[in-house]
């Protein structure tokens, strides 16, 4: 079993590196967004497209079990979007990223979304060649995601704290969740924000701006 696992991750790190080579020499950003189900990737990404179209070519890999419900939404937000559909699978792979990047074609210099399958469990040891994971943690779950969950924590750059709208109805400790996550991640960038009222999403921007610059000149020395 373990054995199997090893070889199930090795050819997949091989087909993120492929992924990764092929980003870079396209200057694409790409970022894996993970969390539970119904932490609001989808929703974070539908506010991102509205606001930013018009400043960052944005394009969308949707990953789920089953139905394109959203990526209808991503593609009526106004990003171009191709949905992957994992069946019985719990997560993406590098080798669906690949094929969903060869349909979707994104254009150089942009920025792709890889929202992955609703799980904080094993998306953690599947690099898909992304620059980042984002994982989105929302108010109305459980401050102690990040130790029950650590190796999401520990493999992400960032934690999206979302929903703050909903904070006053919710009995979520802001400071413990984000002492949480840095107790099995001491360097992971926090923001608390809300993708339904825009609060926050100035910081979010900040965040992918900076990612950009960053991508761009990492694919320069390539
Ligand atoms: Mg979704
Ligand atoms: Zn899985």
Known sequence: MVALEARILAKNDAGAAKNRAWLAGREI?????????????????????????????????????ATANDGERI????????????????????????RGLSQLRPSAGSVVMI?????????????????AKVVILSVTEGEDKPLKYPHMFRAAEIMVLNKTDLLPHVDFDVDRAIANAREVN?????????????????????????????????????
Request: hydrophobic residues 45%; contains cysteine.
């Open 75 to 98: 593609r009526a937000a106004g990003a171009p979007a191709v949905q992957v559909n994992t069946g019985t699978g719990c997560h993406l792979e590098a080798d669906m990223v690949a």
């Open 115 to 131: 929202e992955n399958v609703g799980n904080l469990v094993c998306p953690a040891m599947f690099d898909l060649g992304e620059r």
């Open 186 to 222: 001491p360097d992971i960038a926090v923001l608390r924000l809300s993708a339904r009222t825009g609060e926050g999403l100035d910081s979010w921007y900040g965040w992918l701006r900076e990612q950009r610059t960053a991508a761009a000149r990492a694919a320069m020395q390539i």
């Open 29 to 65: 950003l790409a970022l894996n967004l993970v969390s539970s189900p119904g932490a609001g990737k989808t929703t974070l990404l539908e506010r991102t497209i509205k606001d930013l179209k018009d400043e960052v070519p944005l394009f969308v890999l949707e990953g789920d079990q």
